[in-house]
């Protein structure tokens, strides 16, 4: 097993090196590219240099593991943990991956068919710079025979990984999505913020605004001017199929609702919202409407203009898409449940 100290600097090597223009990470990109038409060169870098940034600096990594005695310690006893990753948006395991890795324990890890050629790029550049690597990590399509169990998917799957899963200890995580909170006092540098809370990875993560909470009378003149930073999204062939398949049923349905050509804003409840549609509410107490959401299983992230980091379930435009160490998906602390196994 590699020992904690390679572990932070193999980590601290990879988000260097998914931070350079090597040629052999932009075929990569490339790749990806190909075999996902989602994963547009632009978004997989974006995702590339967040993780850089944001989970894989060393300070950051002892800070973060400092938190967690038996980890920092390195006393943990390695027991095999299988993790199912989704793939919706480029390399959206990695928190997971990251936790089980920098933990100690033995990963077995199937992948995503949407989200194959950057795992297998990665892993193979961690073999090159460790050949201890592939004794920690390994990729399976069967996850057998593990002590525990990180899985992440749909609702639907979500009630399978639960069967299969029950007598193990595990985490499950099922469909989630981000919603905003506007009081119409934001500047338009705010809401052009926000429109990257929308439109990044094509909206496709859970923490991608799909829903939004207006005061009454608000203008939503504004907000669809600054949603026009991603207007290029129309070009993209399979966003384009979606938008006009949602506009077609809202006209047929002579359902009411706003576009700026590549967003379509409904007013409905649900915090869900299909590919190009950004749903809206309205609401009367900000602070009522803050303690209902944070207590929504639904709900991944809360934006509001001016949000703190410090802020309890909060985040401030623009910030959906760089979650910290310690912003664990779903709330749930990974680092505990695998220091406690």
Same mark, same amino acid.
């Given at each position: 097993?590699?020992?904690?100290?390679?572990?932070?600097?193999?980590?601290?090597?990879?988000?260097?090196?998914?931070?350079?223009?090597?040629?052999?990470?932009?075929?990569?990109?490339?790749?990806?590219? *190909?075999?996902?038409?989602?994963?547009?060169?632009?978004?997989?870098?974006?995702?590339?240099?967040?993780?850089?940034?944001?989970?894989?600096?060393?300070?950051?990594?002892?800070?973060?593991?400092? %938190?967690?005695?038996?980890?920092?310690?390195?006393q943990v006893s390695p027991k095999n943990v299988g993790i199912v990753m989704a793939g919706n948006i480029p390399l959206v395991g990695f928190h997971d991956f990251l936790c089980g890795f920098i933990s100690g324990h033995r990963l077995k890890i199937k992948l995503s068919s949407k989200d194959t050629v950057l795992w297998q790029h990665i892993f193979s550049r961690l073999q090159q710079w460790n050949d201890q690597f592939d004794k920690q990590v390994e990729t399976a399509e069967m996850l057998k025979g593990c002590d525990a169990y990180i +899985?992440? /998917?749909?609702?639907?799957?979500?009630?399978?990984?639960?069967?299969?899963? %029950?007598?193990?200890?595990?985490?499950?995580?099922?469909?989630?999505? !981000?919603?905003?909170?506007?009081?119409?006092?934001?500047?338009?540098?705010?809401?052009?913020?926000?429109?990257?809370?929308?439109?990044?990875?094509?909206?496709?993560?859970? *923490?991608?605004?799909?829903?939004?909470?207006?005061?009454?009378?608000?203008?939503?003149?504004?907000?669809?001017?600054?949603?026009?930073?991603?207007? !290029?999204?129309?070009?993209?062939?399979?966003?384009?199929?979606?938008?006009?398949?949602?506009?077609?049923?809202?006209?047929?349905?002579?359902?009411?609702?706003?576009?700026?050509?590549?967003?379509?804003?409904?007013?409905?409840?649900?915090?869900? +919202?299909?590919?190009?549609?950004?749903?809206?509410?309205?609401?009367?107490?900000?602070?009522?409407?803050?303690?209902?959401?944070?207590?929504?299983?639904?709900? %991944?992230?809360?934006?509001?203009?001016? +949000? %703190?980091?410090?802020?309890? /379930?909060?985040?401030?435009?623009?910030?959906?898409?760089?979650?910290?160490?310690?912003?664990?998906?779903? /709330?749930?602390?990974?680092?505990?449940?695998? +220091?406690?196994?």
């Open positions: 097993m590699i020992d904690l100290q390679s572990r932070i600097l193999l980590m601290t090597k990879l988000g260097q090196y998914l931070s350079s223009n090597d040629e052999n990470l932009i075929e990569s990109i490339d790749s990806a590219f *190909r075999a996902n038409g989602w994963f547009t060169p632009e978004f997989v870098k974006l995702s590339l240099d967040n993780i850089a940034q944001y989970f894989l600096k060393e300070e950051a990594l002892s800070n973060w593991i400092a %938190q967690y005695p038996k980890i920092a310690s390195d +899985a992440t /998917g749909s609702n639907n799957s979500a009630r399978y990984f639960e069967f299969y899963f %029950q007598k193990y200890p595990h985490i499950i995580r099922k469909n989630r999505s !981000s919603v905003a909170i506007l009081d119409g006092t934001e500047s338009a540098e705010a809401l052009e913020h926000l429109s990257d809370d929308v439109s990044q990875y094509f909206g496709l993560g859970c *923490r991608n605004v799909t829903q939004i909470y207006v005061p009454k009378e608000y203008n939503f003149e504004p907000l669809l001017a600054a949603f026009n930073k991603y207007i !290029s999204h129309i070009d993209h062939n399979k966003f384009k199929n979606n938008y006009d398949y949602q506009l077609a049923l809202y006209l047929l349905n002579k359902q009411y609702y706003m576009s700026n050509g590549h967003i379509l804003l409904v007013e409905s409840d649900s915090v869900y +919202a299909p590919i190009s549609v950004v749903h809206y509410q309205y609401y009367d107490n900000k602070e009522e409407l803050i303690s209902k959401l944070s207590q929504n299983e639904a709900v %991944q992230c809360i934006s509001i203009a001016g +949000a %703190q980091q410090t802020d309890s /379930g909060l985040v401030n435009f623009g910030g959906n898409q760089k979650p910290r160490l310690t912003d664990y998906a779903d /709330g749930v602390d990974t680092m505990n449940f695998l +220091a406690d196994l």
